[in-house]
């Protein structure tokens, strides 16, 4: 090998319908400029095609988890999630994302960090961004996590053995309030005009808006959305000023600049036909609940973000949210389903005496490659 490189240990995983690099804290530098040096070359960030890093020059496959020992008594491991900017030498450490949660189980167990028990083995990760707690039950075979199994989920190719993740315990991830206004539904200013948002912080903060409000159906394509400029720049408006709203930057400009991932921006409407987007298979009013498109990182998700599905399924449950008012018996439901781009995502949400107290959902999740990022210098 050449001198002019040196090598970091890491491991890409597909967690859900997202994929990330999975780095141990003890490989990275202490000093946090440092750090996302490292990060960014090994991302290949900035660069819109991430031509010369791991990363896919997409929002869904530009992600990170760092993980390490836990530093609370309750917790198994410690797991920091990064959104790694693909255009400028950003991470965004603001908050979590729920897909790439489901594979900090399984590469815990494969790594002898936690304590098996077979067949499932529940792994207690503490997310270091909102310093909530997670709780993920792991199928468990011949001491290593299961891979293969009869889950199948929207967005990903094929079946594998169910992760169950309970996201319980992350009320007020960020903005340490359920309804950071105090509110189920504030009005907004905006440029076009007066427009009603919920804004509810559960795994992850978000703000929900009507699609007819923002002249949309609910049923839109990737493609329609994000090739529409004058809209995506609308919505992150709103999801900027929303970011003020609950205490998370300073103005819009700041909410895009130093946390352009959270708070997320979703738009709803009740259930209704529509095709998915990957497959050409027809999704029924009669299967969902609810149909929602999720904004990350200003461009539509191809299908629904693991945080942005418990929050969304907290405000289904929440009387007077947008999200409430657009879910036909909302208040008799456990589970919960919700229509994305690429198909159907259940989630099981439950309050009692006003706590959340159950916030869970399925996702697979395997190893992809282990080996090592070549960096330079």
Do not use: W
């Not at 600049?257 to 990957?278: E, H, I, K, R």
């Amino acid at each position: 090998m050449s001198r002019e490189f040196h090598r970091l240990p890491c491991c890409i995983m597909r967690g859900g319908t997202s994929k990330a690099v999975f780095l141990k804290k003890n490989h990275l530098p202490v000093d946090p400029a440092r750090r996302d040096a490292v990060i960014l070359e090994v991302f290949g960030s900035p660069d819109v095609r991430q031509i010369d890093g791991l990363a896919g020059a997409d929002p869904l496959t530009s992600k990170l988890a760092i993980i390490g020992p836990s530093t609370r008594p309750d917790a198994d491991v410690d797991y920091t999630f990064g959104q790694v900017s693909i255009d400028r030498p950003f991470v965004d450490y603001t908050g979590n994302c729920g897909n790439i949660s489901s594979a900090v189980g399984p590469f815990a167990i494969d790594e002898g960090l936690v304590k098996v028990t077979e067949p499932v083995t529940r792994v207690r990760i503490h997310n270091t961004n909102t310093g909530k707690l997670l709780m993920a039950d792991v199928q468990v075979q011949d001491g290593f996590a299961k891979v293969q199994g009869d889950c199948k989920i929207d967005g990903a190719p094929g079946t594998g053995a169910e992760i169950l993740l309970d996201f319980s315990d992350t009320t007020g991830s960020s903005t340490g309030k359920l309804l950071p206004t105090g509110k189920p539904m504030d009005r907004m200013e905006t440029s076009r005009g007066v427009i009603d948002v919920s804004i509810v912080d559960v795994a992850n903060p978000m703000v929900f808006v009507r699609a007819k409000d923002v002249n949309m159906k609910g049923t839109e394509t990737p493609k329609e959305i994000n090739g529409n400029a004058d809209l995506l720049t609308y919505l992150e408006e709103i999801r900027g000023r929303a970011a003020v709203l609950c205490g998370m930057a300073k103005d819009p400009k700041d909410a895009l600049t130093n946390s352009p991932a959270f708070p997320m921006l979703a738009f709803v409407c009740p259930p209704q036909d529509y095709t998915a987007f990957n497959t050409g298979q027809t999704i029924k009013a009669s299967q969902v609940d609810m149909v929602s498109r999720l904004m990350f990182m200003q461009v539509l998700h191809k299908a629904y973000a693991g945080t942005g599905t418990c929050c969304t399924g907290a405000a289904m449950k929440i009387p007077g949210t947008i999200a409430h008012e657009a879910t036909p018996g909302a208040d008799n439901k456990t589970a919960l389903r919700i229509g994305h781009p690429s198909g159907v995502i259940e989630v099981h949400a439950d309050f009692q005496g006003g706590k959340l107290v159950r916030c869970a959902f399925a996702r697979t999740a395997r190893r992809l490659m282990d080996g090592y990022a070549y960096l330079k210098g």
